[in-house]
């Protein structure tokens, strides 16, 4: 299943697909899309970024155009909602949805939320109302479609904040938290300290740390660290650079040191991971 919604005069796009054809397939390779996928039938696995994730049934994974995605042609049960920014720039519409920095570009990894009964029922009429809109053809049906993404953007930001470990947090510090992230995105080659970031946000480290714990289980460190990561085995694994250089693209002076912080986060070096689990260009 593919149904496409597209603009030659402005660019949009938006795809509703299943990939389970090679035209949506396609799509896995083409740059610069976000990618909203529903588990909605049973457990599957998927790889990102050279990675097998195991995705539950009943639960939504974002992903942004820096993700890698593998998705077998025969897999069941995904639907998937596909985006360009041309469509829905998630940074212009951020006061409407108030996604960016959580549920796209909220960490290094994507994220992930489970959909309990009454929320499943939720999505289930936006999705029929998606399917309905692609069946009416006229001037208005890209704004109808955004309308619509718009609804399951809301809806799934506020699940993350229903799940959070301490209610007591006010908008205030989510927005705090946010702004962190975003600024991480920004800055991560550059700032590899929690108190670059601090010193942007006005705020002590201490009161960062402290809202991170409200938040979850990473700290402010932890969020700059796997950003770091993330980057370098994106281009360990999809780029011909050496170690030497992606040393000097994330911002360090000494590939050494690089060396050996990777391999503490990661259990390998940078040349046997890359060995170990690239596939040829």
Not at 200 to 211: E, V
């Amino acid at each position: 299943m593919k149904l496409e919604y597209a603009t030659i005069k402005d660019d949009d796009l938006f795809i509703l697909t299943d990939f389970n054809c090679f035209p949506s397939q396609k799509l896995l390779a083409k740059n610069g899309l976000y990618k909203i996928i529903w588990c909605r039938e049973q457990e599957v696995d998927i790889v990102v970024d050279g990675y097998k994730l195991n995705i539950e049934k009943d639960q939504i994974i974002f992903c942004t155009p820096l993700n890698i995605l593998e998705i077998p042609m025969d897999t069941k049960g995904l639907i998937s909602f596909v985006f360009n920014r041309e469509f829905f720039c998630i940074q212009t519409h951020d006061d409407q949805v108030s996604c960016n920095g959580f549920l796209f570009f909220g960490s290094a990894q994507p994220q992930l939320v489970k959909l309990l009964e009454v929320e499943k029922q939720r999505f289930s009429l936006i999705l029929d109302a998606f399917k309905e809109d692609f069946g009416t053809v006229d001037r208005l049906q890209g704004e109808m479609l955004r309308s619509q993404l718009k609804r399951l953007l809301i809806h799934s930001t506020r699940m993350i904040k229903k799940d959070l470990p301490q209610k007591d947090i006010t908008n205030i510090q989510m927005d705090t938290i946010r702004q962190y992230n975003l600024l991480v995105e920004k800055h991560f080659r550059e700032k590899h300290q929690v108190k670059d970031y601090a010193d942007l946000l006005f705020k002590a480290p201490k009161t960062l740390a402290n809202l991170f714990h409200k938040y979850g289980n990473k700290t402010p460190l932890n969020v700059i660290q796997e950003r770091i990561l993330l980057e370098a085995k994106r281009l360990l694994l999809h780029s011909n650079k050496t170690t030497e250089e992606i040393t000097s693209y994330l911002g360090y002076k000494d590939s050494g040191y690089f060396s050996k912080f990777f391999k503490k986060h990661e259990g390998l070096s940078p040349s046997i991971f890359r060995k170990n689990k690239r596939t040829p260009i």
